[in-house]
Every structure is written in C-alpha cells, then in structure tokens.
C-alpha cells in the first residue's frame, strides 16, 4: 500500500472507450467449482450492490458462509460484515431457508442435496486508499468488501457475473473470454485481489513483453496522454526487468483522478493496482503520478508474489501480524525512488534529495530511541499509519539505503539489494514459501560471505543509531545531520482532502488551545489549508509567542481556536559525494543509480574473505 506521502499530478486528452478483449484471456471451458457470484450494480443506487451466490452441494452437513473483516495490503480491521444486509437463502427449487449466526461475522445454513442460493445486499465502504469509490458514472469494486465465502472452500475456483447499467462496461484483470461474460478465478484469494471497475471511464495500454497493461481513467483531467502512458511503461520495463520476468497475464492500473488539490493514496493488487490522483496538479506535469505507480508495481512482487511466512494463509478474520512490514513497505519506497532514478523520471540530485528527506523525517522521530522497526511493524494494526511514531515505510525505506551501500562496500560491487529481491523471489516466491526477517538476513549473509547479524540485532529488531556516517563514508558520501530551531504548535498530522487531524500529541499548545484528532483544520491565520507542507509553510512564518488562528470544522460546527507558537528542534540532512573517490567508491555510486549488472552470488572462495 502507498500513502499518500506526495500529490501525484497527470496532463491531454484520454482516448474514449474499454476494449474488453484487451482484458480477457483463458478459455470459455466449464470450470469445477463450488462458489459462483452475480453482482447487480443499480445506476440509481451506487451505495449498495446485490450479491446472488449460487453454492453446489457440499459434502459438509452445514454450510457457513463468510464475510473478510479487512483487505490485504491495508492492515486494518474494516468490519465488512457490518456493512451485509437483506440476506436470504434459499435452496435451488426456490424453499426459503434459515440460517443462525455462529458468530456476528457468519452465517451457517445446513446443506442441501441440491445446493444453495444466497442473496444478500451490501453497503460499498469508502476506502482510504482511493477515498471515492463510486459517482453517478462509476464504480470501484474492491472484492473483500462484496464477496462472502464458503468456510472450507476457499480454495476452490469460482466465476463472477456483473449485471450493470445499459451503456456500462467492466475492467477486471481476471480472465474471461468473447462468448462469455463470466469472469474466471482460480480460487477466493484470487477473486477477491481482483478489483473491478465497472461504469463509463477512458482507458490507454501498452504490451509489455507481449502481455497487456491497461490504464484505465476516472475523473476530469486534461493531460498528455502519450507522455503518462510512457512514463508507466518505463516504469514497467524498469521492474519487470530487475526480476526477469512478466509474472502475470494481464496487469490493470485503476487511476482515480480525485478533483481539487488532493489526491489518494495506492493500494496494490497482484494483477492490479488502485490508485488516487490529484485532478488539479495531473494538469502540471505528468511525472507526479510517477512515484505512486512505482511503489504499487513493485508489490507485484515484493508482498504479493515475495510475502512474509504471515502471509501464507491469509485469516480474513483477524489480525495477520509480522515483523517485516519494513521490508514489505519500506525496502519498496526504497525501489519507488530507484525506479524514479533509474528510469530518468529523476535526476540523481533528486533521488538523493528524497533520501535525505527521509533521514530528516527518521531522525526527528524521538520514538526511533525506544521502538524497533520490527515492533512498529507488528504493532501496525492497533497504531495506524499515521502514528507519529516510528514509521515502518521511511525506517523500512532508510534500511533499504544502508542495506545496499554496506551490500556494494563489502563485495566490492558485486552484489547489491537487487541480488537479494531477486534471490527471494527465486527461492521463496516461485516456491510458494513465506520468509521471515532472519530468511532476509541468512540470504544476506550467503550474497555477501559477511555476517549482517549486528545490522539487523542492532538496527531492525533493536534501537541503536543507525551508522550513517559509516555507511555514506564506505561509499564515498559525504553525510551531516544538523540539529536547528523551527516554529511549531505541536506534531500534527493532515489526512486526506479534508485536513483531518491524527496522532495530535496532548502535550502540545495546538492540543491545549483545544484541538483534537479528527478535527478538519480548515485554515491557518485566515489563509486557507491546501496541504501539510503549506501548513509547515505558514507556521514557519510566526514568532515564539505569538498566537495563530486555527479554523477548524468538528462534528459540522466551525471553530477558532488560538495557539501558542513555540519552538521544537528540527534536522537538517545533507548528502554530497567526496572528493577524489576511490575506483570503488565510483562503481558503488554508479551502480545504484544506475543499476549496473551486479553478481547473483559471490564465489565460494570469495565468501572466506571479506571483500
């Protein structure tokens, strides 16, 4: 999942109109199953779709059906099955059934020789990453929030019909064929990681390596339709590249264009990506939705094919905990930005720019001194994303940096992180097998003949400093991080178009002056709020002591409130190459910019030695 951590822009016209056979594939052939699914989509109401699933006999005496109570990749507890109502059951000659709840979140039919038939209505949530999910024109289907499954029979394959508006079309990455309307899934797992976008929207593609990639458009937004369709596939290119291979059939990416100066967050998919976009700033440049789109492509592999041992089988139920959501998260922003640089979407200057933006917002976190990356990444789901605490995507994505710099110094070049992902995905991914921060440190160890067990002991599963100065220096960087004074009203965290307020210290004068977490701060000083970096802005501008407005919306009543300006300490980063670098230094610095062919392994006789 991506958040929302920049505005991501687009600019043209998109060409008008879905080629369903640019989606499908697979055979019209009778599939073995036990679960298919109908879906009636209402024009007249968006809010709420009717779900018929029809159940062959099964040979268990009851019959429970399921509804997810969170999405992978959003580690929340959602609470879908709140969201299910009119549910009725009947048997295929039509008897209406009962049915008990075994628990608030199921519901237990007893089988028939004939088989089931279960409607049942369902309220479509918003969601945080793409914040609109439907308008009078469209509509986002996102699987664990629409369809229930048979306990016991995930497994299985499925089929899913949608039954839409006249003039209403679908986009799907799951397969189907010209003489069906059925869309084939090999399993639930797979189903439900295939969101699909239903209504009127414009579309573009490209082939990659043969394989069809859609781009498909909602919103208003003029752009340079040929440069956004270059930028993505330079992006594709780049990735697939990296790991050898095109590991899907077709590949989807779902562009929300949100209005105004908001955009959404990501949310990837193995097939598929959602995606939020600014509609106001796609018209400036389209390399802003660059980044945004690298960090979900990537997932195709780091998560969704290279997963956490957690992640084997997923329990749609209940919490999956792990301690390497840093890896997942944070080692992919670490490759958004290589792709960024890599691909020439971003100068050098520009990657390093992010890398120390990131070590400023790393090194501000006085939590950092207390709380491992592995622990916040277990302890995600009860803290949320934007806890100011110590964040598992920048701390992930720094480790990333200092992983790959000490990779190249102690191979002298050659091997890199690039070896390690690639390794991974040869040994555990095509292996179907889940790995663990000590698989990540033992394929460390093997690539490298150097031991990385202080690294991570230290810095991943503990809390000491992390050795920037070591770490730049080996490479041949230059690094210093400065300490200066800023004015502030306390860490505030801005979500969403609206300015929500979250992770409010109460310590803080914006606190005492009676702001709270989900208030909506509507402006600063009279001036209206568009973005937290333009909050950051305006607070720059007033003095210690000085009071500052703050507008705010609660519960639909606006506010003024009056706080205090104070100061904090704030850290400044720098990176710059040394002067006359060593032939090594130059290699390593060339290389991870620029990707240079690096060693899979290092020989066996050069694993004796330190290199």
């Known amino acids: 999942m991506r958040l929302k951590r920049h505005l991501y822009l687009v600019t043209g016209t ?65 609470r879908y099955p709140r969201n299910v109502h009119s549910f009725e059951v009947h048997d ?60 016991g029979h995930r497994a299985q394959s499925t089929t899913v019909t949608y039954l839409l508006p006249p003039g209403w079309e679908v986009a799907s990455p799951l ?34 390596k043969g394989v069809p990639i859609q781009l498909v458009f909602h919103g208003q937004a003029n752009f340079d339709t040929a440069g956004f369709v270059s930028m993505v596939q330079k992006i594709c ?69 290279v997963f956490p041992k957690a992640f084997r089988a997923i329990d749609y139920q209940t919490e999956v905990r792990t301690p390497t959501l840093w890896f997942v998260e944070g080692v992919t922003s670490y490759y958004e930005a290589l792709s960024m640089v890599r691909t020439g979407l971003w100068t050098p200057e520009a990657f390093w720019e992010e890398m120390e933006h990131q070590i400023e917002q790393l090194q501000r976190t006085t939590e950092r001194r207390t709380v491992s990356v592995a622990d916040a990444s277990w302890r995600t789901w009860e803290r949320g994303y934007n806890n100011p605490g110590v964040s598992f995507y920048n701390k ?22 690039d070896d390690l992902l690639k390794r991974l995905n040869r040994e555990f991914a095509r292996e179907g097998r889940g790995y663990t921060n000590t698989d990540i440190l033992a394929l460390i160890n093997r690539i490298t ?82 973005s937290a970096d333009q909050f950051h802005r305006l607070l720059q501008g007033k003095k210690p002591g000085e009071s500052a407005i703050l507008e705010i919306k609660r519960t639909g009543r606006g506010h003024r409130l009056y706080a205090t300006v104070a100061q904090r300490e704030t850290i400044k ?31 066996e006789t050069n694993r004796k030695t330190r290199l």
């Open 92 to 151: 295929a000659n039509g008897t209406a059934l009962s049915y008990t709840h075994a628990t608030p979140d199921s519901w237990t039919i007893k089988s028939t020789d004939s088989g089931l038939r279960v409607s049942y209505g369902v309220e479509v949530p918003s969601q945080p990453w793409s914040y609109s999910v439907s308008d009078s024109t469209y509509l986002l289907i996102e699987g664990p929030s629409t369809f229930m499954y048979v306990a």
């Open 14 to 78: 998109i060409g008008l109109g879905l080629c369903i056979t640019f989606l499908r594939g697979g055979s019209d052939q009778s599939i073995s199953q036990t679960v298919s699914y109908t879906v009636r989509v209402d024009s007249t109401r968006l809010q709420s779709l009717q779900v018929e699933m029809r159940i062959k006999p099964v040979p268990e005496a009851d019959v429970t059906l399921r509804m997810p109570r969170w999405s992978p990749g959003a580690y929340r507890i959602r």
């Open 396 to 417: 992930g994505e720094v480790l990333g940096l200092l992983l790959d710099l000490r990779i190249r110094s102690v191979t002298h070049n050659r091997a890199s992180l």
């Open 237 to 305: 290119d780049y990735q697939t590249g990296l790991f050898g291979e095109v590991p899907f059939e077709r590949y989807v990416f779902y562009y929300n264009v949100l209005p105004g100066p908001w955009s959404g967050g990501g949310l990837e998919h193995a097939n598929s990506a959602t995606i939020g976009l600014s509609g106001d700033r796609l018209s400036a440049s389209v390399s802003s939705a660059a980044e945004v789109t690298a960090h979900e492509f990537f997932h195709t592999w780091n998560v969704k094919r």
């Open 449 to 530: 003949g150097d031991d990385f067990t202080p690294f991570f002991r230290n810095y991943v599963s503990g809390t000491k400093e992390l050795p920037y100065e070591t770490a730049f220096t080996n490479a041949g960087f230059n690094v210093q991080i400065s300490r200066a004074l800023e004015a502030s009203v306390g860490d505030i965290t801005l979500v969403g178009k609206s300015n929500r307020v979250l992770g409010l210290s109460r310590t803080s004068s914006a606190y005492r002056a009676g702001l709270r977490d989900n208030d909506l701060l509507l402006k600063f000083d009279e001036a209206p709020i568009v």
């Open 175 to 208: 397969a189907t064929s010209p003489t069906s309307d059925k869309f084939y899934a090999p399993n639930y797992d797979k189903l439900i990681d295939a969101p699909a976008q239903v209504g009127k929207f414009e579309t573009n593609g490209f082939s990659l």
């Open 573 to 603: 980063c720098e990176i710059w190459p040394k002067a006359g670098l060593s032939e090594l230094q130059h290699s390593i610095q060339e290389g991870l910019l620029h990707a240079n062919e690096t060693l899979s392994t290092v020989s």
